[in-house]
C-alpha cells in the first residue's frame, strides 16, 4: 500500500538554525499539507499546497515557514530560524483529490527539538 | 471558531469490553467528521469518515461512529477491542475554503490501553 513518507525521524538543533523537513508524498496525489503537534497538544493545521501554491496557511505559518516542492516527488518544510517553540512533531500529509473530500494519508512525522 | 474536543485523555479497557471515545465538536455549518488513529512510530491512519447520510458509519479495523447533530457529537465504538487497538485516537472536523486547502483540525486525542 502506498504510503507517505518522512525524514528525518528526529532531528535536534540550535535556536536559530535553519532545518528542513523533507517529505515524500503518495505518487499520484496532487494536494499536500503540513500539521505539526507540540508535546501534550493538539495536532494543528500549519499550511496546505495544491498546483504550486500555497491553498491555505494558519496563524503558526509566519515567515519563518516555508515550503516547497523541488521536484515531482519531495514537498519540504523550511524554518528560517528556529526557536524553541518550535519544538514539536512535524507531519506531512497527501490527498488525491482537493479539499475535505480527500481523505489525507499521513506520514509517522519528525520529530524536531530545538535546543 | 471551529473547534473539537475529546474530553477523555486516556481510556483503559480489558480485552474483549466494548469501547466507546467521546468527541464533541463546534462548528457553524455542516461538519465533515474524521477519526484517525495514530499507533506508536506511525503516522495518523484513517479509521472512518462522515460526510453526509447515513449517520451511522463504519470504518476499518471493526469501528463505527454516530454522527448526532443534536449533541454536536461523533462518538467512536467498537464492540470487542482487542490488544492491537491500543494506540492514540484523534477526532477531526474538516471544511474547505474555495473548495481546496482541506484543513483538519483536530482534538486533543485520547490514548487507549487495553488490559489483559
Partial sequence: EPEVTQTPSHQVTQMGQEVILRCVPIS???????????????????????????????????????????????????????????????????????????????????????? | AQSVTQPDIHITVSEGASLELRCNYSYGATPYLFWYVQSPGQGLQ???????????????KGFEAEFKRSQSSFNLRKPSVHWSDAAEYFCAVGYSIYNQGGKLIFGQGTELSVKP
Avoid at chain 1, 85 to 96: I, L, W
Wanted: glycine share 10%; proline share 2%.
Fill in chain 1, 28 to 115: 499520484n496525489h496532487l494536494y499536500f499539507y503540513w500539521y505539526r503537534q507540540i508535546l501534550g497538544q493538539k495536532v494543528e493545521f500549519l499550511v496546505s499546497f495544491y498546483n504550486n501554491e500555497i491553498s491555505e496557511k494558519s496563524e503558526i505559518f509566519d515567515d519563518q515557514f516555508s515550503v516547497e516542492r523541488p521536484d515531482g516527488s519531495n514537498f519540504t518544510l523550511k524554518i528560517r530560524s528556529t526557536k524553541l517553540e518550535d519544538s514539536a512533531m512535524y507531519f506531512c500529509a497527501s490527498s488525491g483529490g482537493g479539499g475535505v473530500l480527500g481523505t489525507q494519508y499521513f506520514g509517522p512525522g519528525t520529530r524536531l527539538l530545538v535546543l
Fill in chain 2, 46 to 60: 484513517l479509521l472512518l469518515k462522515y460526510f453526509s447520510g447515513d449517520t451511522l458509519v463504519q470504518g476499518i
